[in-house]
Structure formats: structure tokens, C-alpha cells
């Protein structure tokens, strides 16, 4: 799977806000926030956990994606991304450790 690393210059005339994205076994969740705590856009949609991982990723990036066009198209600057898992993941082995969500506790790389 090919992830986009774009780099872009940050506007400092540009209000900043980061993505919170929240993935679980039945919703992904998302907002976009600057740091007094004003919500510019939220974003929610049904997770397809039995569609796998890799399925699940391009979820989340599309998700980002979306979100970062949005953020142009207000005007904002997205400098950073946090996402909160149901479960503990390895990053370096690729895999959901522990998670109590159904189909995503059968994850494994």
C-alpha cells in the first residue's frame, strides 16, 4: 500500500488544527480542532472491520485525506494527526494485539 508524505509549507496567517480520529469495530470517527477546542468539521462513518486491516487503513487514510481537503477549503492549516484504537497495535510488526472489538480481535499480519 503506497501512503502519500506530502510536505507542505505551513501558512502562518492560517489558523492551525490537528485530526483526532477515533477507529472502533463500528464507527470511524474524526474532527478537525484547533487548540482552544473550536470543531471545524466532524466526520463519521461505519468501520467494515471484517473487511480486514489493510481495508480498514485505507479507510482511515482516505478519512485523512478528505479531512485535509476540507481544512484548505476552510482556510486552516492541519499540522498534526492523533488516532485512538480500540486495541494496543505493534507498529513494528503491523498488528492488532489486544483489542475486546469482535472482528478486529482476529487481526493479525
Do not use: H
Amino acid at each position: 500500500m503506497k501512503v502519500s508524505r506530502e510536505r507542505r509549507m505551513i501558512n502562518s496567517n492560517r489558523s492551525r488544527v490537528v485530526l483526532g480520529i477515533d477507529f472502533g469495530a463500528t464507527n470511524l470517527k474524526a474532527l478537525l480542532m484547533d487548540k482552544e477546542g473550536q470543531i471545524y468539521q466532524r466526520f463519521l462513518e461505519s468501520s467494515e472491520p471484517e473487511r480486514g486491516p489493510d481495508a480498514t487503513l485505507n479507510q482511515i487514510i482516505d478519512l485523512a485525506e478528505r479531512a485535509r481537503k476540507d481544512a484548505d477549503s476552510l482556510g486552516l492549516n492541519l499540522t498534526d494527526i492523533g488516532i485512538g484504537t480500540c486495541g494496543l497495535i505493534n507498529v513494528k510488526l503491523s498488528n492488532l494485539l489486544y483489542c475486546l472489538a469482535g472482528e478486529m480481535s482476529l487481526w493479525k499480519k
